[in-house]
């Protein structure tokens, strides 16, 4: 009686087994997504701040006049925020950002982690100079039509 062996079909890590490659394209070829990004506040915190050429790049010419940020873990409250553009692709925070770092405790040496959630929404993190994350509730959530000139903070918990 012949034997007959049976060899394993060589596969490496995320082949088929039939010598075709399933790697993914080159970065070269992939869309440019940059849905987060931080700044490091290194001056002033209350003044307007820049926010990476590359995120502005992003946005492809869409300028927004005003961006709405929300704190994450801070209830539903939005924060209405004007926008500048300098002409050379820089995008500013503006009007309402001070609000919005008095209310959230951004300060000097601070890490301000943003992400993208599309309708010109940004989702807010803020790191204190030690990294740790800075962890806010709100206690109005049932109040948003809270005027942004109203400066109520969230308040901190432990």
Request: aromatic share 12%; hydrophobic share 30%; glycine share 8%.
């Given at each position: ?46 003044v ?13 010419g ?39 770092a ?15 959630e ?23 959530e ?8 109203d ?8």
């Amino acid at each position: 009686m012949a034997s007959t062996s049976r060899t394993p079909t060589r596969r490496g890590r995320g082949g088929r087994g039939d010598g075709s490659s399933s790697l993914p394209p080159p970065p070269s070829t992939l869309p440019l997504i940059i849905e987060e990004f931080f700044i490091v506040v290194y001056e002033d915190p209350l003044v307007k701040k820049a926010l990476p050429k590359k995120f502005a790049d992003y946005l492809d010419g869409q300028e927004p006049a005003k961006v709405y940020l929300r704190a994450a873990d801070c209830g539903p409250r939005l924060w209405t925020v004007e926008v500048l553009f300098d002409g050379q692709g820089r995008m500013y925070l503006d009007k309402g950002w001070e609000n919005f770092a008095i209310a959230h405790g951004v300060d000097f040496g601070c890490f301000v982690h943003f992400k993208y959630e599309g309708d010109d929404v940004l989702t807010v993190k803020v790191f204190d100079g030690t990294m740790c994350r800075k962890y806010y509730y709100s206690d109005d959530e049932d109040n948003d039509d809270e005027s942004d000139d109203d400066v109520k903070p969230c308040i901190h918990h432990l």
